[in-house]
């Protein structure tokens, strides 16, 4: 009688299907952690740029609040020189909206839409709108702030809006 060397088919599939089986529990929950990881970036983005924006107000009062992300920091790949223009408050990456510039970060979208009240030239009023990528899968929720740095929740994803749109949403913490 000759003995057996290795494993039969049935073995080998056995393993297989209990391999796909944890598979097919495991990855949909680090989708999940993946969304949480990038809304935790997202949120810390924003907290970002709403201190750039009030130290910026406060270096540049002739201006105001600004409103460009771009104007917060300065050109992917090039040295910062602090300026009105180019106030280095933020890294490029943000500032530029992801790398290459306009691809987002961390999957999510920022911008500061313009059309803020001004009074006597300066602007008094930002909005910042972070959105993700595709909903449900790079993120979930939207998020927004104004000039009073309270970071506020859009649970749909959807775009906030402008900045009375924004002032209405449940602030992040409730």
């Avoid at 709403?50 to 917060?72: C, H, K, M, R, S």
């Avoid at 910062?80 to 530029?96: M, Q």
């Avoid at 790079?138 to 002032?167: K, L, S, Y």
């Amino acid at each position: 009688m000759r003995k057996q060397k290795g494993f039969s088919l049935i073995e080998l599939l056995i393993v297989v299907a209990i391999i796909l089986i944890i598979a097919a529990i495991a990855i949909p929950n680090l989708l999940r952690a993946r969304m949480a990881a990038n809304e935790s970036s997202a949120v810390g983005s924003v907290r970002t740029l709403n201190t750039a924006e009030i130290t910026y107000d406060t270096t540049y009062p002739t201006v105001g609040f600004q409103q460009t992300l771009a104007d917060l920091g300065g050109a992917l790949g090039a040295v910062c020189t602090p300026s009105s223009a180019t106030a280095c408050l933020v890294d490029s990456v943000l500032a530029n909206n992801g790398s290459p510039a306009g691809s987002g970060k961390s999957g999510y979208l920022f911008s500061i839409p313009a059309g803020a009240a001004q009074a006597g030239g300066v602007y008094v009023q930002y909005d910042i709108n972070a959105i993700p990528i595709t909903v449900n899968q790079t993120g979930i929720r939207a998020f927004c702030a104004v000039e009073d740095a309270v970071v506020r929740v859009q649970p749909t994803g959807a775009a906030p809006g402008a900045e009375a749109a924004c002032q209405v949403l449940n602030p992040l913490n409730q």
